[in-house]
């Protein structure tokens, strides 16, 4: 499936510095695989080391939290809008 | 304002200062009363804090609360506008007060020169009807927000990073979830890079700053019974100042949540590291970690 996956804030340094970027896969633990392969600090800032997603970073599929539906499984449809935010905590 | 639209027992004054709030229909002499009886407490006295503190004294807030236990650096001026070139060395909640009563002398500023800690923080809170998340690590920011679930305080949420911004309200309604619903834990140290390493912009807490006050003031306004404005409840605002845009993310409450989902919490069990996580061994028992907080100076 092709979606679009936004960066937002300064996680866009991770896409080289695109606001967005355009993936094939069936869920978003696949766009992220895809991604790594091409981002290669991506994985590692995302991604804790037993795969899991990092507890500060949050990834919504139109908008809802994929931490309440499957997770990285949550399974992506055409035109799917893939945000993806951290905590910051500067002041 | 003439004197004839004088409806209360106040002076002419009052009227001059807050004139163009009592010309707003979703402010009026009531909504300034209301502001003038409220009280805040701002958590820093930084970037954020700076407009935040700023825009609550000028709008007449009756008594507001500054924590920081900071002194004032020359590459603090860049974007803390609260503080000038001679504080340079001097503690941060003095000169934000020194620059507050030349702008409005009628505003009681309770100053705190102190890290705000398990042994601490639900003194602080509880003296106020809500609370500003102005400061500038996640270790404060988990106990910020425990402490307001636990007080049940509303809490005004804003933080910054290089050109970016976030900005929310978790107002303790049942409805609402907190900081731990948005982000569970805070992240491991050396992935986030600290304003220092990576830069701000100075301007960006000037703006979030600014949308804190702004929100500060909507719950206020609409705690006495009427809809001043909308207040940021579950939403997420996120600012982009390369792009000089806005974007909004719904947020949802954790029924799970360790903190807001569990009516057992109790911050004194929190090991507030930069990790936070609330499965974290209990720290130092509160009866030896206690101590009474003192205002430095009440200014009425």
């Not at chain 2, 503190?53 to 924590?67: E, I, M, P, Q, R």
């Amino acid at each position: 499936m092709q979606a679009k996956i936004e960066f937002l804030g300064p996680l866009k340094q991770l896409v080289d510095g695109q606001d967005a970027v355009e993936v094939h896969a069936a869920s978003v633990g696949e766009a992220l695989e895809e991604l790594q392969q091409q981002y290669g600090q991506l994985g590692k800032r995302l991604l804790a080391e037993d795969g899991s997603l990092h507890r500060h970073i949050n990834i919504y599929v139109n908008e809802e939290d994929i931490r309440f539906r499957e997770n990285l499984q949550t399974v992506l449809s055409p035109g799917d809008q893939v945000t993806v935010i951290s905590a910051i905590a500067g002041g | 304002m003439s004197t004839s639209a004088r409806t209360m027992d106040k002076p002419l004054d009052w009227y001059n200062r807050y004139a163009r709030h009592i010309a707003l229909e979703e402010v009026g002499e009531s909504g300034q009363l209301a502001l003038n009886a409220a009280s805040v407490l701002v958590i820093g006295t930084g970037g954020l804090g700076s407009p935040v503190a700023l825009y609550l004294t000028a709008a007449g807030v009756g008594t507001l609360g500054l924590v920081d236990f900071d002194t004032v650096s020359l590459n603090n001026l860049q974007r803390q506008i609260l503080h000038g070139t001679s504080d340079q060395g001097r503690p941060k909640v003095q000169s934000a007060w020194e620059t507050l009563r030349e702008i409005n002398p009628e505003v009681k500023v309770h100053l705190y020169q102190e890290k705000m800690t398990t042994a601490n923080a639900l003194d602080l809170v509880q003296e106020y009807d809500l609370v500003v998340d102005a400061s500038d690590n996640f270790a404060t920011r988990f106990l910020i927000n425990d402490v307001c679930v636990q007080a049940g305080k509303p809490l005004v949420f804003g933080a910054v990073l290089q050109f970016a911004g976030q900005v929310t309200v978790f107002t303790q309604e049942e409805d609402c979830g907190c900081y731990r619903c948005l982000f569970p834990e805070s992240p491991p140290p050396e992935l986030v890079p600290t304003c220092e390493q990576a830069g701000i912009f100075g301007v960006t807490p000037g703006i979030i700053g600014s949308l804190q006050a702004s929100q500060a003031l909507l719950l206020i306004l609409n705690s006495d019974g009427h809809t001043a404005g909308e207040i940021l409840k579950n939403r997420l605002l996120i600012y982009d100042g390369k792009q000089a845009s806005f974007r909004e993310i719904s947020l949802a409450r954790n029924p799970e949540c360790p903190v807001c989902g569990n009516p057992d919490f109790d911050l004194r069990k929190v090991e507030y590291t930069e990790t936070c996580a609330v499965d974290a061994p209990p720290a130092v028992s509160i009866s030896s970690r206690h101590t009474t907080t003192v205002p430095l100076a009440d200014i009425g």
